[in-house]
């Protein structure tokens, strides 16, 4: 007989594969980029993530994101000076997001027009990686403040990801942080695995992955107007990332949109 913690879990995790599955097949129909955005706290998701947002909007792409906090709508405003759409997911607690919680958040957007859809999960980096949220890449941020073993200590969410992007790499050689070693460990626990070096503030690798954004953006619309033409729905779409909120309200951007993000 299974442990009822156990079966419970998997249940959990069979709802949610199955409300990621919905999810993911609205997203492809209109060809909405989905990227799922992970880290421990204080990696500098929402600062990147701003910049790049920004970067995006003006160059033409439509884009939105959904953030999820245990507390305060502090990210959702900061994602707001973009110049695009940002929703807050308030999770009550809970150490990550889930798939119907992401589905509720996107009603408040126009999927016809979005062109990249963001999702900023709970900073974490054990509790997000059993969780599918219908994304097409899920992107792990290693910030040059934390020790270089990181992805050893933590393997199961980077052997969920796609690309890890290091940041706050302005300061690397103030905290000493050995980029060839922590490269060298990604690659251990995850072999093959994407990485690129970035700085919100300097802007260093910013542009590398807007453009890296853009490309698979141009991608999935590509393989969208070809289904549409071949008479088919069925789009390839990626597996399961699954490896092993009570506030949801739009925070709209400011009439204008700062010079800099900081």
């Not at 997203?27 to 995006?56: Q, Y």
Request: net charge negative.
């Amino acid at each position: 007989m299974q442990p009822r913690i156990l079966e419970v879990r998997r249940n959990i995790l069979k709802k949610n594969d199955e409300i990621a599955h919905s999810l993911r097949e609205v997203f492809t129909e209109r060809g909405v980029l989905v990227i799922n955005i992970v880290s421990s706290p204080g990696a500098g998701k929402t600062e990147l993530l701003a910049r790049v947002m920004r970067d995006l909007r003006e160059a033409g792409l439509s884009v939105a994101a959904v953030v999820g906090d245990l507390a305060t709508e502090n990210d959702a405003t900061r994602l707001a000076e973009s110049g695009c759409p940002a929703h807050q997911i308030l999770t009550g607690g809970m150490c990550h997001l889930e798939a119907d919680m992401v589905g509720k958040a996107v009603e408040a957007f126009d999927l016809e027009t979005t062109d990249v859809l963001f999702i900023e999960n709970v900073g974490n980096l054990v509790c997000p990686q059993g969780y599918d949220l219908g994304e097409d890449l899920r992107v792990l941020l290693f910030p040059c403040t934390e020790g270089e073993d990181k992805p050893l200590k933590y393997p199961t969410l980077i052997n969920t990801c796609d690309l890890v992007v290091f940041s706050k790499m302005d300061i690397a050689v103030a905290v000493e942080f050995d980029i060839p070693l922590a490269r060298r460990n990604c690659e251990g626990a995850r072999p093959g695995v994407a990485m690129l070096e970035t700085s919100a503030r300097s802007g260093a690798g910013v542009s590398e992955l807007v453009g890296l954004i853009r490309d698979r953006w141009e991608a999935k619309r590509g393989e969208r107007t070809g289904a549409e033409r071949a008479g088919t729905a069925e789009i390839s779409r990626p597996e399961s990332h699954r490896g092993v909120g009570s506030l949801r309200r739009v925070v709209a951007p400011p009439p204008e949109v700062p010079g800099s993000s900081g």
